[in-house]
């Protein structure tokens, strides 16, 4: 039995959620994706290769006190932003689901359709305004963020600068960040302004343009 539309669409929608999930992950915690140099080690290890990417954690609990106040604000900075990523996914994908069991997807139809046949449902309209609304807050929110992390975290890149590998790893983890903010902000504004859903986790851009048959009125 061949699955439905909306069992294909839960199933990418929850694979994308994963795989995305973990670019998030290292593109947050800067401190750790990040290959850094830390001469404030150096007097800890007498290898001082040993020091290299760990400006964050010591690994001795001992030590922890030799780590400046400026790398804890850091760390806890990139913790602070990936626990905002994780709410912001979360708040994502039950949009996601929402637009899966009460959308649907027809490519015969065009992408402005759902605009002008939702006028008849009144409580999914509603859902969809607020679903928007809140989308594109959060966007906002999370977009602020994560640009104040990538300054804070600059900083200490240019602080514990050790040449062609930290530029790349800080050049990877920030092009997946932007990668995804660029993404959910122009989403999420389209959404708002023009009464879309656009969907957050399909491979390419797709907009939800109908009602779905279980909820639609009969003629």
């Known amino acids: ?38 001469n404030i ?5 007498n290898n001082i290769s040993d020091a290299y990417g760990k400006c964050m954690f010591v690994y ?13 604000i850091i760390m806890l900075f990139n913790i602070f932003s990936l626990i905002i990523m994780i709410g912001f996914y979360i708040f994502e994908y039950y949009r996601e689901r929402w637009c899966i069991q ?5 490519k015969n139809l065009i992408e402005s359709n759902l605009s002008k046949e939702i006028e008849a449902y009144h409580n999914i309209k509603k859902q969809m305004d607020k679903l928007n609304r809140q989308y594109f807050t959060l966007s906002v929110f999370v977009v602020c963020i994560n640009l104040i992390n990538i300054g804070l ?16 790893s800080a050049f990877m983890a920030i092009i997946l960040i932007l990668d995804k903010l660029i993404k959910c902000i122009m989403i999420s504004y389209s959404a708002y302004e023009n009464r879309l859903m656009y969907s957050a986790f399909m491979t390419s851009i797709t907009v939800y343009n109908t009602i779905d048959p279980k909820y639609k009125k009969s003629n």
Request: hydrophobic share 40%; net charge positive; proline share 3%.
């Open 153 to 168: 975290t600059s900083i200490l890149v240019y602080k514990y600068y050790i040449g062609y590998e930290t530029l790349m």
């Open 102 to 106: 009460h959308l649907e997807i027809n």
């Open 41 to 45: 080690l150096n007097n800890i290890s």
């Open 60 to 72: 001795d609990i001992n030590h922890f006190n030799q780590i400046p106040i400026y790398n804890l």
């Open 1 to 38: 039995m061949c699955p439905t539309q909306n069992t294909q669409q839960y199933f990418i929608s929850f694979i994308s959620l994963c795989i995305n999930g973990f670019k998030m992950l290292m593109a947050t915690m800067l401190s750790i994706s990040i290959k850094l140099k830390c």
